[in-house]
């Protein structure tokens, strides 16, 4: 009778000690698979499991994990979405650069020119922040510093054209602006009269033409600069782009005299060589 009691009593204990567990196990996290919705719109397939305390999820995607808090989550379902997309892999790197929409551009190149002018290769340098405004488009503004007789400071915008989204992608670049004179005119021309005669004192000779008397010092104005390039950009691994580009540059300075009485535009047209960095 005591060994049927002793039984009965082990018996009862380990029933109790299995519902129990059972109770546990039902409240602990497991992991599950499903969609799940975040409140940035993403909807991701795979695998999820909550913290102990239920204020984290770990989503598993792929070859991917990730941990974000639950409060992040708007709903997880069973079944797939219809007229929503599901991310059906988790690209962190793809996710980084839809975030980033501002990017600055940085170029430094060079205008080769004819080898009898006198600024054969003068040397520029743009620095511009963007925005990407659609998926291939942006737009931006910048200043930079170039070097011509004088040295000038170009105020421009841009706008840039991606082709494709690969690492390895060919681009387009408009860019336009006004070049500002940061230093005093090194530019001299010499102050023609347009007389019927010269007359040689020493010779007592006449020779018909015009006389030049002295050089005329002239102050810088700067002027307008329009610069069309195609080019292409490289992608790395720690989303930082290099890109190289060639086009063609005009732009016009502007000179005058103290007295505003004589007038002088240098036009440059030249081929554009450039690097450049994005991130």
């Known amino acids: 009778m005591i060994k049927r009691i002793t039984l009965l009593c082990l018996l009862i204990c380990l029933l109790q000690s299995v519902e129990a567990q059972s109770g546990n196990e039902a409240f602990y996290p497991k992991i599950e698979r499903g969609y799940v919705e975040l409140k940035d719109g993403r909807i991701i397939r795979g695998q999820y499991i909550y913290s102990s305390g239920f204020d984290k999820i770990r989503i598993m995607t792929g070859n991917e994990s990730f941990v974000m808090d639950a409060s992040e989550v708007v709903r997880i379902t069973k079944r797939k979405p219809k007229a929503e997309k599901v991310v059906e892999k988790f690209d962190f790197e793809e996710d980084i650069q839809l975030i980033k929409n501002y990017f600055i551009f940085s170029e430094l190149g060079v205008l080769p020119g004819n080898p009898d002018n006198i600024n054969k290769m003068p040397l520029i340098f743009h620095t511009s922040v963007n925005c990407k405004f659609l998926e291939k488009l942006s737009a931006g503004a910048g200043v930079g510093v170039e070097f011509y007789r004088e040295t000038y400071l170009p105020v421009t915008i841009n706008g840039i054209y991606k082709f494709n989204n690969n690492r390895v992608a060919p681009f387009a670049m408009l860019q336009a602006g006004y070049q500002i004179p940061i230093e005093g005119s090194r530019t001299k021309v010499a102050n023609v009269y347009p007389t019927s005669y010269y007359i040689d004192y020493m010779s007592s000779s006449f020779w018909p033409g015009p006389s030049v008397n002295y050089d005329m010092d002239l102050k810088a104005k700067g002027g307008i600069l329009l610069n069309p390039s195609l080019g292409v950009m490289w992608q790395t691994r720690s989303n930082v782009n290099f890109t ?36």
């Open 244 to 279: 190289f580009s060639a086009g063609y540059r005009f732009h016009r300075l502007r000179y005058n005299n103290k007295e505003k009485e004589y007038d002088l535009n240098v036009d440059y047209n030249r081929l554009s060589l450039k690097l450049g960095l994005i991130f």
